[in-house]
T-cell receptor, first 115, second 114 residues
Framework: DQQVKQNSPSLSVQEGRISILNCDYTNSMFDYFLWYKKYPAEGPTFLIS?????DKNEDGRFTVFLNKSAKHLSLHIVPSQPGDSAVYFCAASRLKMNRDDKIIFGKGTRLHILP | EAQVTQNPRYLITVTGKKLTVTCSQN?????MSWYRQDPGLGLRQIYY???????DKGDVPEGYKVSRKEKRNFPLILESPSPNQTSLYFCATSPRGSYNYGYTFGSGTRLTVV
Protein backbone atom coordinates (compact mmCIF):
# COMPACT_ATOMS: atom_id res chain seq x y z
CA ASP A 1 0.00 0.00 0.00
CA GLN A 2 1.53 3.25 -1.14
CA GLN A 3 1.46 5.76 1.68
CA VAL A 4 2.92 8.58 -0.41
CA LYS A 5 1.69 8.99 -3.95
CA GLN A 6 2.98 11.11 -6.78
CA ASN A 7 0.50 10.44 -9.53
CA SER A 8 2.30 12.29 -12.30
CA PRO A 9 5.42 10.40 -13.45
CA SER A 10 6.47 13.39 -15.53
CA LEU A 11 5.68 17.04 -16.13
CA SER A 12 6.83 19.50 -18.80
CA VAL A 13 6.78 23.23 -18.13
CA GLN A 14 7.93 26.21 -20.18
CA GLU A 15 10.91 28.10 -18.80
CA GLY A 16 9.75 31.09 -16.77
CA ARG A 17 6.32 29.61 -15.98
CA ILE A 18 5.18 28.01 -12.74
CA SER A 19 5.85 24.31 -12.08
CA ILE A 20 3.42 22.58 -9.73
CA LEU A 21 4.25 19.11 -8.46
CA ASN A 22 1.62 17.26 -6.48
CA CYS A 23 1.74 14.66 -3.76
CA ASP A 24 -0.90 12.80 -1.76
CA TYR A 25 -0.49 10.80 1.42
CA THR A 26 -2.70 8.34 3.23
CA ASN A 27 -1.25 8.02 6.72
CA SER A 28 -2.77 10.63 9.05
CA MET A 29 0.13 10.08 11.47
CA PHE A 30 2.47 11.90 9.07
CA ASP A 31 3.15 15.42 10.27
CA TYR A 32 6.38 16.29 8.46
CA PHE A 33 6.82 16.46 4.72
CA LEU A 34 9.89 16.89 2.57
CA TRP A 35 10.77 17.39 -1.07
CA TYR A 36 13.99 16.04 -2.52
CA LYS A 37 15.46 16.84 -5.91
CA LYS A 38 17.53 14.38 -7.88
CA TYR A 39 19.73 14.91 -10.91
CA PRO A 40 20.94 11.95 -13.00
CA ALA A 41 24.05 10.27 -11.58
CA GLU A 42 23.63 12.06 -8.24
CA GLY A 43 21.94 11.25 -4.97
CA PRO A 44 18.72 13.01 -3.95
CA THR A 45 19.27 16.33 -2.20
CA PHE A 46 16.97 17.97 0.31
CA LEU A 47 14.99 20.86 -1.15
CA ILE A 48 12.33 22.07 1.27
CA SER A 49 10.17 20.74 4.09
CA UNK A 50 7.01 21.62 5.98
CA UNK A 51 5.52 20.51 9.27
CA UNK A 52 1.81 20.08 9.78
CA UNK A 53 1.54 23.14 12.00
CA UNK A 54 2.01 25.23 8.86
CA ASP A 55 0.17 25.28 5.57
CA LYS A 56 2.88 27.02 3.57
CA ASN A 57 6.65 27.25 3.57
CA GLU A 58 8.71 29.35 1.20
CA ASP A 59 12.36 29.26 0.25
CA GLY A 60 13.26 31.51 -2.63
CA ARG A 61 11.59 30.23 -5.79
CA PHE A 62 10.27 27.15 -4.01
CA THR A 63 7.04 27.04 -2.01
CA VAL A 64 5.40 24.01 -0.48
CA PHE A 65 1.70 24.07 0.35
CA LEU A 66 0.06 21.60 2.71
CA ASN A 67 -3.65 20.80 2.82
CA LYS A 68 -4.06 18.51 5.82
CA SER A 69 -7.75 17.87 5.37
CA ALA A 70 -7.16 16.66 1.82
CA LYS A 71 -3.88 14.93 2.75
CA HIS A 72 -2.29 16.73 -0.15
CA LEU A 73 0.82 18.79 -0.64
CA SER A 74 2.26 20.58 -3.60
CA LEU A 75 5.59 22.09 -4.57
CA HIS A 76 5.50 25.30 -6.59
CA ILE A 77 8.55 26.52 -8.47
CA VAL A 78 8.34 30.09 -9.74
CA PRO A 79 9.80 30.98 -12.15
CA SER A 80 10.94 27.63 -13.54
CA GLN A 81 14.53 27.52 -14.76
CA PRO A 82 16.42 24.98 -16.91
CA GLY A 83 18.39 23.81 -13.87
CA ASP A 84 15.12 22.73 -12.26
CA SER A 85 14.88 19.81 -14.70
CA ALA A 86 15.24 16.83 -12.38
CA VAL A 87 13.27 14.13 -10.59
CA TYR A 88 11.41 15.38 -7.52
CA PHE A 89 10.57 13.04 -4.67
CA CYS A 90 7.88 13.82 -2.16
CA ALA A 91 8.44 12.27 1.27
CA ALA A 92 6.52 12.04 4.52
CA SER A 93 7.31 11.15 8.09
CA ARG A 94 6.79 12.20 11.69
CA LEU A 95 8.50 15.31 13.03
CA LYS A 96 9.31 13.57 16.30
CA MET A 97 10.63 10.18 15.29
CA ASN A 98 10.41 7.02 17.31
CA ARG A 99 12.72 4.05 16.72
CA ASP A 100 10.66 2.51 13.96
CA ASP A 101 9.71 5.73 12.21
CA LYS A 102 11.23 6.41 8.85
CA ILE A 103 10.81 8.68 5.88
CA ILE A 104 8.48 7.28 3.22
CA PHE A 105 9.14 8.37 -0.35
CA GLY A 106 6.85 8.72 -3.32
CA LYS A 107 7.86 7.31 -6.71
CA GLY A 108 8.99 10.67 -8.01
CA THR A 109 7.98 13.11 -10.75
CA ARG A 110 10.36 13.93 -13.58
CA LEU A 111 10.20 17.65 -14.34
CA HIS A 112 11.29 18.89 -17.78
CA ILE A 113 11.77 22.62 -18.19
CA LEU A 114 11.33 23.51 -21.86
CA PRO A 115 13.30 26.41 -23.41
CA GLU B 1 33.10 18.92 4.02
CA ALA B 2 30.15 16.89 5.27
CA GLN B 3 29.56 13.97 2.96
CA VAL B 4 28.30 10.46 2.41
CA THR B 5 30.71 8.45 0.26
CA GLN B 6 29.69 5.34 -1.64
CA ASN B 7 32.01 3.01 -3.50
CA PRO B 8 32.09 1.91 -6.18
CA ARG B 9 30.02 4.31 -8.28
CA TYR B 10 29.54 1.74 -11.01
CA LEU B 11 29.83 -2.04 -10.89
CA ILE B 12 29.11 -4.80 -13.37
CA THR B 13 29.26 -8.30 -11.95
CA VAL B 14 28.11 -11.82 -12.68
CA THR B 15 25.36 -13.79 -11.01
CA GLY B 16 26.47 -15.40 -7.77
CA LYS B 17 29.70 -13.49 -7.23
CA LYS B 18 29.64 -11.91 -3.77
CA LEU B 19 30.07 -8.17 -3.65
CA THR B 20 30.10 -5.34 -1.13
CA VAL B 21 29.09 -1.74 -1.66
CA THR B 22 30.61 0.54 0.94
CA CYS B 23 29.09 3.61 2.55
CA SER B 24 30.99 5.97 4.80
CA GLN B 25 29.89 9.23 6.44
CA ASN B 26 31.86 11.90 8.28
CA UNK B 27 28.95 13.63 10.02
CA UNK B 28 28.73 11.41 13.11
CA UNK B 29 25.16 10.49 12.17
CA UNK B 30 23.54 7.70 14.15
CA UNK B 31 21.07 6.63 11.48
CA MET B 32 22.17 5.04 8.20
CA SER B 33 20.08 3.34 5.55
CA TRP B 34 20.26 1.73 2.12
CA TYR B 35 17.76 2.38 -0.66
CA ARG B 36 17.40 1.08 -4.16
CA GLN B 37 15.84 3.11 -6.96
CA ASP B 38 14.11 1.36 -9.82
CA PRO B 39 12.06 2.81 -12.71
CA GLY B 40 8.42 3.22 -11.72
CA LEU B 41 9.09 2.07 -8.15
CA GLY B 42 10.85 5.08 -6.66
CA LEU B 43 13.07 4.72 -3.60
CA ARG B 44 12.63 1.54 -1.59
CA GLN B 45 14.39 0.94 1.70
CA ILE B 46 16.52 -2.20 1.98
CA TYR B 47 17.99 -2.05 5.49
CA TYR B 48 18.59 0.58 8.09
CA UNK B 49 20.65 1.02 11.23
CA UNK B 50 19.79 3.13 14.24
CA UNK B 51 23.32 2.94 15.65
CA UNK B 52 26.35 0.69 15.97
CA UNK B 53 25.43 -3.00 16.08
CA UNK B 54 21.72 -2.20 15.53
CA UNK B 55 20.29 -3.06 12.11
CA ASP B 56 16.73 -3.68 10.90
CA LYS B 57 15.08 -4.81 7.70
CA GLY B 58 13.44 -2.27 5.45
CA ASP B 59 10.84 -2.95 2.79
CA VAL B 60 12.94 -5.06 0.39
CA PRO B 61 15.67 -6.83 2.40
CA GLU B 62 15.72 -10.17 0.54
CA GLY B 63 19.10 -10.98 -0.95
CA TYR B 64 20.98 -8.35 1.05
CA LYS B 65 22.95 -8.19 4.26
CA VAL B 66 24.37 -5.26 6.20
CA SER B 67 26.61 -4.68 9.17
CA ARG B 68 27.29 -1.69 11.43
CA LYS B 69 30.49 -2.32 13.31
CA GLU B 70 31.49 1.34 13.34
CA LYS B 71 29.36 4.45 13.39
CA ARG B 72 30.74 5.87 10.16
CA ASN B 73 30.44 2.76 7.95
CA PHE B 74 27.43 0.80 6.75
CA PRO B 75 28.35 -1.68 4.01
CA LEU B 76 25.73 -3.41 1.86
CA ILE B 77 26.57 -7.03 1.07
CA LEU B 78 25.13 -9.11 -1.74
CA GLU B 79 26.17 -12.68 -0.97
CA SER B 80 24.88 -14.15 -4.25
CA PRO B 81 23.77 -11.36 -6.58
CA SER B 82 21.04 -12.03 -9.11
CA PRO B 83 19.92 -10.01 -12.16
CA ASN B 84 16.86 -8.67 -10.29
CA GLN B 85 19.29 -6.82 -8.02
CA THR B 86 20.41 -4.71 -10.95
CA SER B 87 19.52 -1.26 -9.67
CA LEU B 88 20.74 2.13 -8.50
CA TYR B 89 21.64 2.04 -4.81
CA PHE B 90 21.80 4.94 -2.38
CA CYS B 91 23.11 5.18 1.13
CA ALA B 92 21.36 7.75 3.33
CA THR B 93 22.25 9.10 6.77
CA SER B 94 20.57 11.23 9.40
CA PRO B 95 21.29 12.52 12.89
CA ARG B 96 18.87 10.62 15.04
CA GLY B 97 17.72 13.15 17.56
CA SER B 98 14.11 13.29 18.55
CA TYR B 99 13.39 15.56 15.61
CA ASN B 100 13.38 14.66 11.98
CA TYR B 101 16.26 16.22 10.11
CA GLY B 102 15.75 14.45 6.83
CA TYR B 103 18.35 12.33 5.08
CA THR B 104 21.66 13.10 3.42
CA PHE B 105 22.22 10.80 0.46
CA GLY B 106 25.36 9.47 -1.15
CA SER B 107 25.94 9.85 -4.89
CA GLY B 108 24.74 6.36 -5.69
CA THR B 109 26.10 3.05 -6.95
CA ARG B 110 24.83 1.71 -10.23
CA LEU B 111 24.98 -2.07 -10.08
CA THR B 112 24.46 -4.38 -13.05
CA VAL B 113 24.25 -8.13 -12.48
CA VAL B 114 24.55 -10.23 -15.63
Amino acid sequence: DQQVKQNSPSLSVQEGRISILNCDYTNSMFDYFLWYKKYPAEGPTFLISISSIKDKNEDGRFTVFLNKSAKHLSLHIVPSQPGDSAVYFCAASRLKMNRDDKIIFGKGTRLHILP
Amino acid sequence: EAQVTQNPRYLITVTGKKLTVTCSQNMNHEYMSWYRQDPGLGLRQIYYSMNVEVTDKGDVPEGYKVSRKEKRNFPLILESPSPNQTSLYFCATSPRGSYNYGYTFGSGTRLTVV
